[in-house]
């Protein structure tokens, strides 16, 4: 893990990931659900992968029904790697 | 068939571009999609023709599919989204030969170089056979019947008689249906060319005596199948007439066709028969004509055995001379090419063919596009499709003048 992770740095980087996946770049806001912004279980494992790479963190199976929002994610990572 | 089905919209991406009506005019011109033995879709970019979620959710075979379904619906006066029949009665079949192969190496290689957790969630989704059946059904809310047919090269053909089949027993007012194919990987052309079924030369020449193997392709076809009245009420426009559907087996090889083409005969015959009409009846025929020495030597015999004399009156072209091999695709890109030299009463040419094989002795349509003539007005052709595990299908089609 980078020592340098900022929670800004997370947000970007689950922004990137989701504007990859498809959403609109502005749809992309803490407060928008996955739900609106198209954004299902299996980007989500997408996402799983990808913070697992970067950071280090796991996003089990069972973390995922708890993500409403894009806020939700961040903090879970955010909360995972200790930031 | 027990109800007239119509053909109200056609679409096909092709080595000679994107649409039904360029690869008519291109494969009319002479032109060519094959370059240094291969024939790729290169004018087609999926960010051109889908949303960015829906490219990134697809494989190759499912996004040409998916833009094939996109130009056959829009030609039909169909809403992307909505029907114009009851949802619940509108089927999706697609069909392919090989599926998302490319998305299978990737995930295999990502899995060998990284390990399981790294492999993508999407990569079963993106690789099953069915994906494009699936993502056209989703796309444009088809909630009736949906699958894939895979029957090699085929599957195109079978798709579409499937989905006539289903209107016909009343499941359906109408389908959207044909096949797609993108197997453009190493592996598959390193294990074509061990079988001795590619082209060595690179060359697809179709009933030629040099011909020496076939030339792979991509691409996909879609078209609008709506039972007749059903069309006439709403309105439609109707290109043309699935008159007739007949499928058989040979029962007799992995790969290779029954020498003398009774198996493909027998569904010729059987479409013919299906669509109620008599060899004398048909004013072109659209080959398989793969360019392999086998395919075409008995495909032409079965032609003789099917048409009697009359084989030897009608105009035979094989669009794989400009397109290679679509596989799985094959059929039902056949079938739009069928539909549209039916509609400009044209015969297009078997580009290429030049030296005649003493035993294939019909008429091939060598030396350019033919006009059509047809004793009773209305245009009628059969399109032949025969895949590995000596599976054959065919359409029977008409256009009324």
Not at chain 2, 85 to 111: F, P, W
Request: with cysteine.
């Amino acid at each position: 893990m980078p020592e340098t992770v900022t929670r800004e740095a997370i947000q970007a980087r689950v922004n990137e990931a989701l504007e990859e996946f498809g959403a609109e770049p502005s749809d992309i806001t803490p407060d928008a659900t996955f739900e609106a912004l198209d954004v299902d279980s299996l980007d989500l494992v997408e996402l799983g992968q990808i913070v697992q790479e970067e950071y280090g963190v796991e996003l089990k199976g069972e973390d995922m029904p708890k993500l409403k929002t894009v806020g939700d994610a961040v903090d879970l990572i955010a909360e995972r790697a200790g930031v | 068939m027990e109800k007239r089905i119509v053909i109200t919209g056609v679409g096909a991406v092709t080595p000679l571009g994107v649409g039904a009506r360029t690869l008519h005019e291109r494969w009319c011109a002479g032109d060519s999609g094959i370059a240094d033995g291969f024939a790729r879709c290169d004018d087609f970019s999926p960010e051109d023709h889908l949303p960015r979620k829906l490219a990134r959710r697809s494989d190759r075979f499912t996004q040409l599919a998916l833009a094939a379904g996109a130009e056959a619906l829009e030609q039909a006066g169909w809403e992307t989204d909505a029907p114009p029949y009851d949802a619940d009665r509108v089927g999706c079949i697609v069909g392919t030969g090989i599926g998302g192969i490319g998305t299978l190496l990737e995930g295999h290689d990502v899995l060998n170089e990284s390990g399981a957790e790294k492999v993508s969630p999407l990569a079963i989704p993106l690789m099953m056979s069915n994906a494009a059946a699936a993502a056209l059904a989703m796309r444009h809310n088809l909630r009736g019947v949906s699958y894939a047919p895979t029957s090699a090269c085929a599957a195109g053909a079978h798709s579409i008689g499937a989905a006539a089949r289903a209107i016909a027993a009343g499941d359906c007012d109408a389908v959207v249906t044909g096949g797609a194919e993108s197997a453009h990987v190493s592996i598959a052309h390193a294990a074509f060319g061990q079988m001795d079924a590619l082209s060595d030369s690179g060359i697809s020449r179709p009933f030629d005596a040099r011909r020496d193997g076939f030339v792979m392709g991509e691409g996909a076809g879609i078209l609008v199948l709506e039972e007749f009245d059903r069309a006439t009420e709403r309105g439609a426009t109707i290109l043309a007439e699935l008159l007739g559907y007949g499928a058989t087996s040979d029962a007799h090889h992995l790969t290779a066709p029954e020498a003398h083409g009774e198996g493909a005969a027998r569904a010729i015959a059987l479409a013919l028969r299906d669509a109620g009409l008599a060899p004398e009846d048909v004013d072109y025929v659209n080959a398989h004509g793969t360019s392999t020495p086998l395919n075409d030597a008995a495909e032409t015999k079965a032609i003789k055995t099917a048409l009697g004399e009359h084989a030897a009156n009608v105009p035979i072209s094989s669009v794989k001379s400009v397109i290679g091999h679509l596989l799985g695709a094959a059929g039902a890109v056949e079938a739009v090419a069928t539909v549209l030299a039916l509609a400009e009463r044209v015969a297009p040419p078997t580009v290429g063919w030049e030296e005649r094989d003493e035993e294939l002795d019909l008429d091939y349509v060598p030396d350019g596009p033919r006009d059509l003539t047809s004793g009773n007005g209305r245009m009628v052709a059969i399109s032949n499709s025969f895949g590995f595990g000596g599976h054959n299908a065919v359409l029977c089609i008409g256009v009324s003048s």
